[in-house]
């Protein structure tokens, strides 16, 4: 039995490609598009072209399928469960087996719902593995910068999002640490509630989590202020202009053939 594959996002793929080196505001830019044109349209061609784009972008940018996470068993459970209840709910089409008729229609619309979010989830995968999270907040500032005019604090938006995406990987990584470090622990002479357990991992994940803020904290100190991390210079290049009039080019192509 192989193990499992953790997940791991906001930590980019080593390695250099022409993915990996596009400016971060394009791919941002690129994922409200796709997600505006899922929003309005989620038919199946549509799906299917963003899917293709996406496996294609994965392929360009070297991203092996080791990458992709396991899937635990309950999530299948589930998947499996929400398939059967809507087979039950019926709705036209509707196939005969004999002197049976038994509507699909539900079990189509679920099989979309759960090919849309995993597209979706794709994209932000994509995306995660082949952009710096230090490169999220000059590019947030950059695109925000038309709301200076009405005085928004763009620069302390840029930070918070850069320092959120920044915080996840290192609160996954401790939290797996509290979970094997429980694991670990001798069988105490009377086995806790449940409501003791999850008050024990609750105030262990609340102490971790401050820690870390309180370590982030002083970096960015030191480093002069979160002002710095939201005035790194980037621009998008040639690169960029290329892949946006790919990316129109397929947007336009799944409006029509939708």
């Known amino acids: 039995m ?13 390695g250099q490609s022409p993915i990996h080196s596009l400016w971060a505001g394009t791919k941002l830019l690129a994922v409200l598009a796709i997600s505006v044109l ?5 038919s199946w061609t549509a799906i299917g072209v963003v899917a293709l784009l996406i496996a294609g972008t994965a392929a360009l940018a070297g991203i092996s399928p ?40 539900g079990f189509l619309d679920f099989l979309r719902v759960t090919s849309l979010g995993l597209v979706l989830i794709g994209l932000g995968a994509v995306i995660s593995w082949t952009t710096q999270v230090a490169d999220i ?12 005019l009405v005085r928004a604090p763009v620069d302390d938006w840029a930070v918070t999002i850069s320092l959120a ?24 002479p009377e086995k806790p509630s449940r409501r003791a357990e999850m008050v024990d991992l609750c105030t262990a994940a609340m102490v971790v989590s401050l820690r870390r803020a309180t370590e982030m904290g002083d970096a960015i100190t030191a480093r002069g202020g979160a002002g710095r991390i939201a005035a790194h210079p980037a621009h998008p290049g040639w690169r960029d202009a290329v892949a946006a009039t ?10 029509v053939l939708s």
């Open 2 to 14: 192989s193990p499992r594959r953790p997940l791991m996002l906001m930590r980019p793929i080593p």
């Open 38 to 42: 899922l929003t309005i349209m989620p």
């Open 66 to 105: 080791r990458c992709v996470p396991s899937v635990p068993r309950w999530v299948w459970l589930l998947v499996v469960a929400g398939s059967l209840f809507t087979i039950v709910n019926g709705g036209a089409p509707e196939l005969r087996l004999g002197p049976v008729t038994v509507g699909v229609g």
């Open 137 to 148: 907040a000059p590019a947030v500032a950059l695109l925000c910068r038309p709301l200076r």
């Open 165 to 188: 995406f920044r915080m996840f990987p290192m609160l996954s990584e401790e939290f797996r640490l509290l979970a094997a470090a429980r694991k670990l622990q001798p069988p105490a």
């Open 246 to 255: 790919v990316l129109i080019g397929v947007l336009a192509f799944a409006l």
